[in-house]
């Protein structure tokens, strides 16, 4: 069996952490583990397997010898660094932002688009987290219905942004508890002029304002859907919007789901349920006589994207809503991450 060395770019991050232990129970045959980071967090020792490995300065040397690279360090470190992998024959999977819209390079899901891997040219692309669960849900019901319009809604965790992020929230519920005032820096988006406090607090706004009102986070929702349903990711096959929220959850993004399918198809509540039930990667729980949905406390940590509130709209036909939610830092990010490299592997692709 060919065996791979792998490196870990970001291995110290809350992402980082969990493709170390996503990869550990995966089936790529790993030879070698190299964990990499910014030269304030070379020394660390980190635990893998039964391992203890001292993680590295990310440097262009550092990915001599490696084979795959599951990368999740900041859009400007893999712009850096991913090329230079690339360079000396590594496949890279790259967790951020900074190649989702390139057209060369593949943006996947494996449950919705595998075979985009085939065309890879040394980095493929993580899509964002609420994209991921999003078109999870989506695909199935896509390949039996067709999809004509998706309206979104996101509840994001505050893990969203980070480790940084997942601590300030925890500081300012402490803060409010204390009767002390809530002191923000990171939220909404930690480089601009204005913070505001998420714990006990809404935020509508998700990474930075475009032009046209939309946040940078809803273009991405829009955009990154298309091309990876359908490598266009400026298709007008299937009409998206979204409105993204940051809310005083750590772990687990809410989703509240729109869609219209094919008029000429006969779709049906209890048929989408059946889709959905048997999709790969999701877990129906919609039961509204027992109270039974999807919420975030119980879906963090968990590997699968979980559904419920199925229902037809009232006022519009072929048209339904839907709740999904997700564990963020697995599935949205990790886990996907890791996914991808599985499926590399089983394609003979590195």
Request: charged residues 25%; contains cysteine; hydrophobic residues 40%.
């Amino acid at each position: 069996m060919k065996e791979y060395n792998v490196a870990i770019l970001g291995a110290t991050g809350a992402v980082g952490t969990r493709l170390m232990q996503k990869l550990a129970e995966s089936n790529i045959p790993v030879k070698s583990l190299k964990l990499l980071a910014s030269k304030r967090s070379a020394g660390k020792k980190l635990k893998y397997r039964d391992d203890v490995l001292t993680v590295e300065e990310a440097t262009p040397d550092s990915f001599d010898g490696v084979d795959l690279v599951l990368a999740s360090a900041g859009g400007a470190v893999s712009k850096k660094l991913l090329p230079e992998a690339v360079k000396r024959g590594a496949v890279a999977v790259d967790n951020t932002s900074a190649f989702r819209m390139d057209p060369d390079v593949p943006l996947v899901v494996p449950e919705v688009n595998p075979d985009a891997l085939e065309n890879h040219h040394g980095i493929i692309a993580n899509p964002n987290c609420s994209t991921i669960q999003m078109v999870v849900a989506l695909e199935p019901i896509r390949k039996q219905f067709g999809l004509k319009q998706i309206i979104v809604s996101t509840y994001q965790a505050a893990s969203g942004a980070g480790q940084s992020g997942l601590d300030e929230l925890r500081d300012e519920a402490q803060e409010h508890l204390d009767g002390k005032k809530m002191d923000a820096h990171i939220f909404p988006v930690k480089g601009e002029k204005e913070h505001y406090p998420l714990a006990f607090n809404l935020l509508p706004q998700i990474d930075v304002f475009e032009k046209d009102g939309y946040t940078h986070e809803e273009w991405k929702m829009i955009h990154e859907t298309k091309k990876i349903m359908l490598n266009d990711m400026n298709s007008g096959a299937i009409k998206v919007t979204a409105t993204c929220v940051r809310v005083p959850v750590e772990i687990c993004h809410g989703e509240s789901v729109y869609f219209t399918v094919d008029d000429a198809k006969d779709a049906s509540r209890e048929k989408i349920q059946s889709i959905l039930n048997d999709a790969p990667g999701v877990t129906l729980k919609d039961d509204p006589k027992k109270q039974l949905y999807p919420q975030p406390i119980d879906a963090a940590g968990k590997e699968d994207t979980y559904v419920g509130r199925v229902r037809p709209d009232q006022e519009n036909d072929n048209a339904y809503n839907m709740w999904v939610v997700a564990d963020n830092l697995l599935k949205g990010a990790a886990l996907n991450t890791v996914e991808i490299g599985e499926e590399l592997v089983k394609r003979d692709l590195i």
